[in-house]
């Protein structure tokens, strides 16, 4: 199989990420936190590891900054719920998923409203300007995706973040498209909160999820109440975090993987590892361009405006029977509306939705000129 739906999640994984779940299953066993004994602690000090290497990355304060989450969408529900109260006013882009705007409408019964901005794709001047016109008095968030999971198109995070913080509105950015490939550094971008998805750009297992805050001390309401392992006398959820925002046991499984996920990454560095995956679709798009029945939504996508990601049709048909074709020879893309159906209304496409090919660092220039060879074969 050419696997080309690493938006959803990245396959295969790393070695090293298998390696450290298997390690978790065998050598660290324990509830990490809870007590003494060695393979307790040794647990501890792994999950623990994980922190800090998201916190390097990530350029936050400190390991305390870091909480683990089993997804992206958690995390962003996490802050949405804690923070926004019944009158509070809420700003988002045209192009979030529905893990930012389901959780948004269900607030709303509860006397939160929010405002949807146009984004601009290229101008970052225009996408500020229609943020700026949307504050208002009542503004507590601004919750902004750092790239479109289904055009790829680049949200400018940092000058959005500049801006609202002018008018003393707070920022969630949601990550889960752009972790892995571009450099977020949380103390210096001013980012209030970062939210990323484990398991795609940064290759951790599914299940995991990071929230990255830039000041920890500035507590959330909690979204769930429970066992923390520390202060245990006390009924109310401890104020420092992690522990906070950590009810339960941690996937430490998920955890290690994620950590090695993380490595990986690291090592080759998320800028390299977005040029290059443009690299490749740049090819993919030079060849479908030159197809009569194949529609492009976006030029050929560049590091200053996209991340890897590309979405078509094929005249008169919807997008699910292209990607049934294509699933039925061996090639796995992703149709349909992405649960994106914002995006999808900007682009024109609700109706149909769109193919959408991402690749990951292990897909070949091969793999995409497989995919067109059976698109001309069959369409052409």
């Known amino acids: 199989m050419i ?7 990245t396959f295969p994984k790393p ?25 307790c602690q040794r647990t501890t000090q792994a999950v623990y590891h994980c922190r800090e290497l998201a916190a390097e990355l990530f350029g936050a304060a400190g ?28 700003v988002v882009t045209d192009l979030e998923h529905n893990a930012v705007m389901r959780p948004l409408a269900a607030m709303e019964k509860r006397g939160i ?26 503004t507590k968030l601004a919750v902004c995706t750092a790239a479109s999971n289904v055009f790829g198109f680049r949200v400018p995070v940092e000058r959005i973040t500049a801006l609202c913080h002018q008018y003393g509105v707070k920022v969630c950015v949601d990550a889960a498209q752009a972790a892995g490939l571009m450099t977020f550094r949380m103390e210096e971008s001013g980012i209030d909160y970062l939210c990323c998805a484990g398991h795609k750009g940064l290759y951790g297992p599914m299940g995991t999820g990071l929230l990255i805050l830039r000041e920890p001390e500035q507590l959330l309401e909690t979204l769930v109440e429970g066992g923390t392992g520390t202060q245990s006398r006390s009924l109310q959820m401890p104020e420092e975090p992690p522990e906070r925002y950590e009810s339960g046991t941690v996937n430490v499984p998920g955890i290690l993987g ?89 682009m024109g496409t609700l109706e149909t939705g769109t193919v959408r090919v991402s690749p990951s660092a292990f897909t070949r220039v091969e793999d995409l000129d497989a995919l067109a060879w059976r698109l001309s074969r069959r369409w052409e």
């Open 258 to 346: 994620l950590a090695a996920g993380m490595e990986f990454v690291r090592r080759r560095g998320p800028e390299r590892i977005c040029r290059e995956e443009l690299q490749k679709l740049r090819h993919l798009h030079s060849r479908l361009s030159r197809m009569n029945h194949v529609i492009l939504y976006a030029p050929a996508p560049e590091e200053s405006w996209s991340m890897p990601v590309l979405s078509f049709n094929i005249e008169g048909l919807p997008s699910e029977q292209v990607g049934e074709y294509l699933a039925k020879n061996g090639i796995a893309v992703r149709c349909g509306l992405h649960c994106a159906p914002l995006a999808h209304e900007k």
């Open 15 to 39: 070695q090293g990420v298998r390696q450290g779940v298997q390690r978790a299953l065998l050598e660290y066993g324990a509830n990490p936190g809870r007590s003494g004994y060695a393979m």
């Open 63 to 90: 390991p305390e900054c870091v909480i683990f989450q089993p997804s992206c969408t958690q995390a962003l529900n996490v802050v949405m719920k804690g923070l926004l109260k019944p009158g509070d006013h809420v």
């Open 3 to 9: 696997y080309l739906d690493n938006s959803a999640t």
């Open 113 to 138: 409203s929010y405002t949807v901005v146009p984004v601009t794709p290229g101008d970052s001047d225009a996408t500020l300007e229609a943020f700026r016109k949307a504050l208002g008095p009542k």
